[in-house]
Nanobody, 121 residues
């Protein structure tokens, strides 16, 4: 059983910063890709940022230059530093990881429970 637990959400004024963290625990052999998605009220879940084990990153166009994703492979954690936040960044943010539990197992997608980020104007 693999669990992803997020922390760091909250209320912030526009232009402010927040840092989200996600810790993975359980039977983990590898997590090739970790990252963050978000879902705003009435909208579909969307990609925010991804990072591979080797440090390659992908960002949504709407957050590029403002958000930075990072990970600690030894600690099985992924973080999202969010700067210059805008009201349209308001959403529930979900941690995501493609987890392989053994060397021979297929990878499976895992999700955290989500953490709410609210940006006031």
């Amino acid at each position: 059983q693999v669990q992803l637990v997020e922390s760091g959400g909250g209320l912030v004024q526009a232009g402010g910063s927040l840092r989200l963290s996600c810790s993975a625990s359980g039977s983990i052999f590898s997590m090739n890709v970790m990252g963050w998605y978000r879902q705003a009220p009435g909208k579909e879940r969307e990609l925010v940022a991804l990072i591979t084990t080797g440090g390659l990153t992908t960002y949504a166009a709407s957050v590029k230059g403002r958000f930075t994703v990072s990970r600690d492979n030894a600690k099985n954690t992924v973080s999202l530093q969010m700067n210059n936040l805008k009201p349209e960044d308001t959403a529930v943010y979900y941690c995501n990881a493609n987890v392989r539990t053994t060397q021979w197992a297929e990878s499976h997608e895992r999700w955290g429970q989500g953490t709410l980020v609210t940006v006031s104007s």
